[in-house]
């Protein structure tokens, strides 16, 4: 891991990248900090659209409020981070660490969490709609009162996670691992064996103009 930056070394970066992300190649650049380390940074509501932060350790960070739409996050470590009511639209999380991360009231829409790493972490009143969640690890998450819509979830850990009150839909065919070592089971039924109340995906479809 390369050296972390201060406080004021990142703001600086981040307003570079605020003024290319407004003006679309105007006066700084994509904010790239691939590999480095914030550890313990204040972001709280900062707006991270965009930002390419691949395997970055965000670990202990405040991300409260953040806007993470569109952001890289693959391979980040995000154990314990605060990440309470962030925007995390179309964000990329593939083989993030999110151990015991707070997520509680995060949008997750459209977000890709393949091999994603959640063991431990609050999921409590997401949006989940249309994400992606193949090999993700759910040991002892919670995921209560979350909104599922069209939520894939495939080869996805659910040991010991509870899905008290969330409801919505998952999509056909998915399977998630109840036990540890046993094959995978029908994600439906297993998620509201944990509480949920969510029933399989049905696409509406679409209407035919007649000829």
């Known amino acids: 891991m390369a050296d972390g930056l201060t406080q004021e070394e990142f703001d600086a970066l981040l307003e570079e ?5 407004e003006r679309r190649g105007g006066t700084g650049g994509r904010l790239d900090l691939s590999g480095r380390s914030l550890r313990g940074l204040d972001l709280r509501g900062r707006a991270l659209s965009g930002t ?3 395997g970055v350790d ?8 953040a806007d993470l ?7 980040a470590n995000l154990r314990g981070a605060h990440v309470v009511g962030a ?10 660490d999110l151990t015991e991360a707070d997520l509680t009231g995060a949008r997750l829409l459209r977000t890709d969490c393949a091999e994603t790493v959640m063991v431990g972490a609050v999921l409590d009143r997401t949006e989940l709609t249309k ?4 090999r993700a690890d759910l040991r002892g998450a919670r995921v209560r009162d979350a909104r599922m819509d069209a939520t894939g979830l495939d080869e996805t850990v659910v040991v010991d996670a509870d ?8 999509t056909p065919g998915g399977t998630v691992v109840v036990e540890a070592g046993a094959p995978p089971v029908d994600a439906v039924a297993a998620v509201n064996a944990a509480g949920a109340r969510v029933s399989e995906y049905q696409p509406v479809p679409r209407s035919v103009p007649d000829e």
């Open 17 to 21: 990248h605020r003024r290319w992300y």
């Open 52 to 54: 390419v932060l691949a």
């Open 58 to 65: 965000l670990s202990a960070c405040d991300l409260r409020g």
């Open 69 to 75: 739409v569109s952001a890289t996050l693959a391979g």
């Open 87 to 96: 925007d995390l639209y179309k964000a990329i999380l593939d083989n993030a």
């Open 131 to 134: 994400t992606f969640l193949w």
């Open 163 to 170: 899905f008290t009150g969330t409801t919505g839909t998952v």
